[in-house]
DNA sequence: GTGAAAGCGCTAACAA
DNA sequence: TTGTTAGCGCTTTCAC
């Protein structure tokens, strides 16, 4: 910086000035010092910079890393998430951190390495919000804790989604509609996409008039078979499915071909929260309800960027996923011959 | 740190060989230094240690992300490689930098951040090694680079893997074996893990006497379709496919399906470089190679923690995948009617 | 085995 | 509009 200076023909703080933009720079001055820099291919120091000014320009997006891997959907959040930062000057670091290592996070937040952080696969409880926020790390979720006052998240908007799914089924002319949503422990745990869709079910199959069917699927293939499987000793005249549980999908479609049903014709099949690569892979690909990938990574940065900033107001913000209708819903078949027709009210002749 | 020094009674520079190990303390010192510092609650700070140090003590995981998402292969990578970095005080971060944008990563490099990187889904030609290289940062690759003269990599066994897929099938009396790979521009390309396996399997085929019958594939399930319709033009008596395309294999047993032909009745399957967890979404679950995920991350950040300390010699290693036999492969049939057996040797009665 | 002090490469008052 | 300079919080010689 000293040798840029110099050639430049003008003070170190100049060229500091230069390029913080923190206060007015001639133009003429601005050219020598940017020729200057090209010249010696200078690059600041971050750790320096970051020393002197106490602002890393780091934001962390810690996401949990199971063994399941990433879906198309989180890899969207992310690369959203990276553009935004970019362009704005910071840079995001992905960390593995889940709700289990806080520690490693209060760490990471106590060493002031980052300016602030979005959280992925927020959970009710979520232990890492407290050690940021005792960390004094501004802080953006995506998706929402139990309670999220003072805090900022964008989250997906599962009502909404859930009524479209329901909406889409019922226009077709389905009426046992089944929801096959994630693992019961899960739900007991609270989770809140495994929550709040089973509410909007419930309440999107009342405005319709249907009694909603609901089961629980371990998040695997077994677990969807399992799900269809007891799905339909509840409801055997059951004509669409709408499932949350992207592992468990192809269990079901699975059970489904095994058991002779044929998707679109006797059974539909919608997936809630998929991306379309997902939904391209199934056979007829599914219909699904695509999520805001990318809007919602970009859109959790940008606020987090505003608080950096310094402003004070929180940012909450429900953004829904977009019906895509795919090969795997269709018409209702009218009466069909079941086995047990019983519990689907009067018989259909 | 001033403050622990003070209530510790020492010199801040005790404190700071305290937290180094960097010169000898005696017991008793060490042990009052470290009570003042839980007293205060003191974490030190990164960046200045990183601006006195000239060492960041972070690490990159330089990961390309395409739409795709990541698979539960690489987000093993990433764990094992986070679990050896922090076992060894370093932070791994993730860095969502592709062969793409070369320029983001030199100026990360340049601005002294990273200590070390280690990069994922290595290219035959790839732009992020000079520039790591010109910046002076040292790394490790998971993959090669076409030429792998003083570079440290940890790779998968392509040879030693395709050779006991093959043995596998042969083994059970298929002859006729077809290698589904990825799409003919990436064959063209020179991406690694492509010309490798194709390389191997006409290696592993002829050692059995046996001719190769290979067929490309788009990454997509509609790929795998269009593949697997090839094959049975090229080879209508196959009785076994290998594939290395992650994404085609379920267009393949799809269209397998539709043609009647039953896993593994009629053919058996193998995937190749798979995870347990996708294998597991195929029914039948999928024998296949099961990738050394963690491993591979593991020894990549151990192999670039060695090099940071000064360890001038590369690392290159290879890791075969392991066979893991699942419900679709079995022993292949003998006589059955083909529409067209001509082609695979004289007929068999 | 310990302490004193000179930076690390920048930013941001303060001064002009 | 620009220059001067005192730190930012630590590491690491150099000295004892």
Redesign the interface.
């Known amino acids: 910086m000293h040798d840029v200076a110099r050639l430049a023909r003008v003070s170190v703080s100049t060229v500091s000035y230069v390029l913080t933009g923190a206060r007015p720079i001639s133009q003429a001055t601005r050219d020598k010092v940017l020729a200057a820099m090209a010249e010696l291919d200078y690059?600041?120091?971050?750790?320096?910079r970051?020393?002197a000014s106490r602002r890393?320009r780091i934001v962390g997006l810690l996401m949990p890393?199971?063994?399941?891997?990433?879906?198309?959907?989180?890899?969207?959040f992310?690369?959203g998430a990276?553009a935004a930062a970019?362009a704005a000057g910071y840079?995001?670091?992905?960390?593995?951190v889940g709700a289990g290592d806080v520690d490693?996070l209060r760490?990471?937040a106590?060493?002031?390495?980052l300016d602030g952080a979005v959280l992925m696969e927020v959970q009710v409880e979520d232990g890492r919000v407290a050690a940021l926020q005792e960390a004094g790390v501004p802080l953006v979720l995506i998706g929402r804790t139990g309670d999220t006052t003072g805090l900022s998240y964008v989250d997906i908007d599962f009502e909404q989604t859930v009524r479209e799914a329901v909406d889409h089924l019922v226009g077709l002319g389905h009426r046992r509609i089944v929801y096959v949503n994630h693992s019961a422990a899960t739900i007991a745990a609270g989770y809140g996409p495994a929550v709040r869709t089973r509410d909007a079910f419930v309440a999107a199959m009342a405005d319709h008039g249907l009694a909603p069917i609901m089961i629980p699927a371990e998040d695997?293939?077994?677990g969807g078979r399992a799900a269809l499987t007891a799905a339909l000793a509840q409801a055997p005249d059951l004509t669409a499915v709408l499932a949350m549980n992207e592992?468990a999908i192809?269990?079901i479609l699975?059970e489904l071909?095994?058991r002779g049903h044929a998707v679109p014709r006797d059974v539909s099949v919608v997936s809630m929260v998929t991306?379309p690569?997902v939904a391209?892979?199934?056979?007829p690909a599914l219909t699904a309800m695509t999520s805001p990938g990318s809007a919602l990574g970009r859109i959790a940065v940008e606020a987090l960027l505003r608080h950096l900033e310094g402003a004070g107001d929180t940012h909450q913000q429900l953004l829904p996923c977009a019906l895509e209708v795919r090969g795997s819903t269709g018409p209702a078949a009218g009466a069909r011959d079941r086995t047990d027709p019983a519990g689907s009210g009067p018989p259909v002749t």
Chains 1, 2 share one sequence.
Not at 67 to 75: I, K, Q
Not at 280 to 283: D, F, I, M, S, V
């Open positions: 690059q600041p120091n971050a750790m320096a970051g020393l890393s890393m199971d063994e399941r891997g990433l879906g198309a959907t989180e890899t969207a992310v690369t990276a970019s840079h995001l670091v992905l960390s593995p490693d760490r990471l106590s060493q002031r390495m695997s293939a077994a592992n192809f269990g699975g071909a095994t991306s690569q391209e892979l199934a056979h």
